[in-house]
């Protein structure tokens, strides 16, 4: 069954259709890519299934329940999790407390957040810079603390936007890994450009293109697909 389905899902800006009637199935357990050229829409699809910003018109169905008027804090409280396309940790804070801002989320005890924290920082490694200002982690780092945030929630369904843009060669394939890791344990929804990543973790990719659905497919399907070619991958 669907983890995640949209209906019709629209979201106009004053005559854009930056997301127009998209009707989308994900799976539980898949890794899915979501990719599409500047503007196509990506962003704005999954602020609106976090609950960022409210649609035009459509459904967001998760679980098999209709989660389109719950505000964002009930969504994540259901399981989602989501990281930002702009890094936003909070600098003057160690990395371990911003973890545990996410882990309180679900943890009521302060061993269960702190099990949870060292857990999440653990999987994207990080574990030894707990103590260290998030602030003065690199950039690469703070992107994979963004990460650890969302785990530490426990979340059914991860969405990261873009969480290779910025990073070196050496952490997009530390990035590779890690994403086959999580996907053992959430479903992932992955906003991505760098199409070595989209080929090497997704188990099926979907194109936006001026905010609908242009084609679905494997990373296979969707590299030899001629129109994505046209709309996306030529230009690349
Ligand atoms: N708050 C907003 N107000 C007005 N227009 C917006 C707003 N947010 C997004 N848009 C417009 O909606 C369209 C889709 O933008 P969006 O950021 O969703 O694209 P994207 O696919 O994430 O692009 P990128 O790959 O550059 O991140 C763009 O034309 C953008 O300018
Ligand atoms: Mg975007």
Do not use: W
């Amino acid at each position: 069954m669907s983890l995640l389905q949209t209906r019709a899902l629209t979201r106009h800006f004053s005559g854009l259709k930056a997301v127009e009637t998209v009707d989308f199935d994900l799976p539980e357990g898949e890794v899915r890519a979501l990719i599409g050229p500047n503007g196509a829409g990506k962003t704005t699809f999954v602020s609106l299934l976090c609950g960022r910003i409210p649609p035009t018109s459509g459904q967001v169905i998760f679980d098999g329940r209709d989660i389109s008027a719950l505000p964002a804090h009930r969504r994540i409280n259901l399981g989602m999790a989501y990281t930002f396309q702009i890094t936003s940790v909070f600098a003057n804070l160690p990395v371990a407390e911003n973890v545990a801002l996410a882990a309180r989320r679900r943890e009521a005890t302060s061993a269960g957040v702190a099990r949870a924290v060292a857990d999440a920082l653990e999987r994207v490694g990080l574990g030894d810079r707990g103590d260290q200002n998030a602030g003065d982690l690199s950039y690469g780092h703070q992107r994979l603390l963004e990460i650890a945030m969302g785990l530490a929630q426990a979340p059914r369904l991860l969405i990261l936007d873009e969480p290779t843009q910025g990073l070196a060669d050496a952490e997009i394939a530390a990035f590779k890994a890690l994403v086959r890791e999580l996907a053992s344990s959430t479903t992932i929804l992955l906003i991505e450009h760098n199409m070595s990543v989209v080929m090497e973790t997704a188990d099926r990719v979907s194109v936006l293109n001026f905010g609908q659905i242009l084609a679905e497919g494997t990373p296979a399907e969707i590299r030899a697909n001629p129109a994505v070619q046209a709309a996306y991958l030529g230009t690349a």
